[in-house]
């Protein structure tokens, strides 16, 4: 069960709601967030809801059977929308694109990016400056150094970063300069990672794993709300098969899927999803129309020579053309009621 407990809880009341708890062997944790605090109740006694609901010193109750309470639908039916400022907002509505390179190159290529997003009203840049690459020997990204570097020239244009944290250690150094940490497929169950995640004030794309089922990416976000971060958003971004037809299997299915177990806003990465350029705009659109709060994709002045993922990435007359159908497909799905 999920319990949303009144903010001017006095420790009286608090100190008699474990004691009931205690008494119907509910085992409890206190949850505190950046909008709320919680109790969360894990035990298998049935009870009357009401016996606890009526308790001074609580707002509401809820009964959730699933292992991952807090990011489920069942307690919270309205939307998460993700605030990142100056009006640019995911979920609930609100519909974004994040653009951008698979790396941060150079400051060419940062100027040059940016100028194309913002002539086509792109507001979220999308970079990696910490890259994790198959082989040791591939070019593993600018650092640090390069983050500060974008982050100069995003700002002075009015963009929003999302880049990759790959080690608890980056968190620090990287928060001045990120409005959205992304945790990589890799990643996915690195818990020490989502512990660490969950105590910073920034929303979290959270990308599902390599072969991780759905349930397992709602599990990894628990991890990360329950430990005080309520900025959460789930990515699909593809899982590995036995097909070799292309990069990965892009389920397309688990959007609808996530909406339904959680109101957590959910991405769509076709670029990882697919891995193959010229398919990327057809699964980029069905990932709208299956519900999509937002698409992240890869973008490249010249996709032949990038330093990595040139093979999934558009070049800019394709993301021009993909941009637009991306709004307009948006847009009709809002019209439609879908």
């Avoid at 995911?90 to 790396?103: D, H, L």
């Avoid at 100028?115 to 840049?125: C, S």
């Avoid at 769509?268 to 709060?293: N, T």
């Amino acid at each position: 069960m999920i319990i949303q407990l009144d903010k001017d809880i006095s420790t009286d009341q608090f100190d008699k709601l474990q004691e009931k708890l205690n008494s119907i062997d509910y085992k409890s944790v206190k949850v505190s967030t950046q909008f709320q605090d919680y109790i969360i109740g894990v035990g298998k006694k049935d009870f009357d809801i009401r016996a606890i609901g009526t308790m001074e010193g609580i707002k509401d109750i809820h009964k959730v059977s699933d292992a991952y309470k807090l990011v489920s639908r069942k307690w919270k039916v309205k939307e998460t929308q993700i605030d990142l400022g100056d009006g640019v907002k995911i979920g609930a509505g609100a519909f974004q694109i994040m653009a951008g390179p698979c790396s941060i190159e150079s400051e060419a290529q940062i100027e040059s990016t940016i100028k194309h997003l913002v002539e086509n009203g792109v507001q979220i840049m999308r970079g990696g400056v910490y890259k994790p690459r198959s082989s040791p020997y591939s070019f593993r990204g600018l650092g640090i150094d390069g983050l500060k570097l974008w982050y100069k020239h995003a700002k002075a244009n009015g963009l929003k970063i999302i880049t990759e944290v790959m080690m608890t250690e980056q968190i620090e150094d990287m928060m001045d300069y990120v409005d959205i940490f992304q945790v990589g497929a890799r990643n996915s169950q690195n818990f020490n990672l989502l512990d660490a995640l969950g105590k910073v004030d920034k929303p979290i794309m959270l990308k599902r794993g390599i072969s991780g089922t759905i349930d397992e990416l709602l599990q990894a976000a628990e991890y990360i709300f329950s430990n005080g971060n309520e900025k959460i958003m789930l990515c699909e971004r593809g899982i590995r098969s036995y097909e070799k037809a292309y990069r990965n299997t892009l389920d397309i299915n688990a959007i609808p899927i996530l909406k339904e177990k959680s109101h957590l806003p959910v991405i769509v990465d076709p670029s990882h999803g697919i891995g193959v350029r010229k398919f990327v705009e057809s699964v980029a659109l069905a990932g709208v129309m299956a519900g999509a709060d937002a698409v992240i994709m890869e973008v490249h002045e010249c996709p032949e020579k990038a330093f990595s993922d040139g093979q999934q990435t558009l070049n800019y007359q394709e993301s021009v053309k993909l941009i637009d159908q991306l709004k307009r497909t948006s847009a009709f799905r809002k019209e439609i009621g879908a």
